[in-house]
């Protein structure tokens, strides 16, 4: 979606959501995710093998190596039913921190305003604990061995975890909305820092026009 919305190849700019790995490679420790633990005890990278409530999102199935096709092109597609003789195992890949966990939960790094700023990250990818968005990634939970849980990951005020889309039940629970992120890859020689100093977007930077250098000199 944000590919189709922002990017511009007459400017060289090219676009994409973010996602979950952009999160977790700024992040100091791996074990803010790798270390997860619900409240039910279970842990990230952990397994079920499920033989009852086998009711799996088509595209889940296709990223696993089931050969589905959607019948369903909208955000949570139709469920397939498995046959009563196999089963499945699903890794645990959700994780969820609160905002307040996530403050602190980011690498320092240098930027203009400051050599070791420790809030950049957060502000950038949680958008400074503000808004609900997606992100361009899904996620399993294996919270027992009855049942799991397909959706996908987002930011929640700060929050990073993601809301349940599909049971495999087949129960499918309402969903709020929620808007994109998108991450905006722009050629340097392309950003015109005449138009700003790029603080905030009331300042930012520009893109050149083209042909922009002949028209200054």
Do not use: H
């Amino acid at each position: 979606m944000c590919n189709e919305l922002y990017s511009n190849l007459d400017k060289k700019t090219t676009a994409r959501s973010l996602n979950i790995e952009d999160i977790q490679d700024k992040l100091k420790s791996e074990d803010t995710y790798k270390g997860y633990e619900s409240k039910t005890g279970t842990k990230w990278g952990s397994s079920f093998t499920y033989d009852t409530a086998k009711k799996f999102p088509a595209q889940w199935q296709n990223d696993n190596g089931v050969e589905k096709e959607s019948e369903n092109k909208n955000l949570i597609p139709i469920e397939k039913e498995l046959s009563d003789v196999e089963s499945k195992t699903i890794t645990q890949t959700l994780w969820d921190r609160d905002a307040e966990t996530m403050k602190t939960a980011f690498k320092e790094t240098s930027t203009n305003f400051s050599e070791t700023d420790s809030e950049i990250y957060y502000n950038l990818l949680c958008n400074k604990g503000n808004g609900r968005y997606w992100l361009a990634s899904r996620f399993a939970n294996a919270p027992r061995e009855s049942y799991a849980v397909f959706g996908l990951k987002g930011v929640r005020e700060g929050r990073v975890g993601g809301p349940y889309l599909f049971y495999t039940s087949g129960f499918l629970p309402s969903v709020e909305s929620r808007s994109v992120r998108p991450v905006v890859n722009i050629q340097a020689d392309k950003i015109d820092t005449d138009t700003g100093d790029g603080t905030d977007s009331n300042v930012g930077w520009g893109i050149k026009e083209e042909n922009s250098n002949e028209n200054k000199s």
